[in-house]
């Protein structure tokens, strides 16, 4: 018998098991990504050197590629 701990974090069963980790890995990486984003952004402005649009675009697709994969490594089964 199971414990409610254990069916507290027990994973989705399936196909909605990738569902689930791939809906996580989208918000693990792009709120991240858009947060920074706008810090560097409004920091740039308010020194006065705003940010072209692709160095942030790039900017933040380093951040969220960097956050997907640090998240992919954590659930990686071995």
């Not at 900017?59 to 954590?74: E, P």
Request: glycine share 8%; aromatic share 8%.
């Amino acid at each position: 018998m199971q414990t409610a701990a254990a069916k507290a974090v027990a994973r989705p069963s399936g196909h909605s098991h990738a569902a689930y980790q791939l809906m996580g890995m989208l918000i693990v990486s792009i709120v991240p990504a858009l947060f920074w984003t706008l810090i560097v952004a409004g920091i740039g402005g308010a020194v006065g050197h705003a940010p072209s649009a692709m160095a942030l675009m790039t900017f933040g697709t380093a951040v969220a590629l960097f956050c997907a994969a640090v998240f992919q490594s954590l659930l990686a089964r071995h």
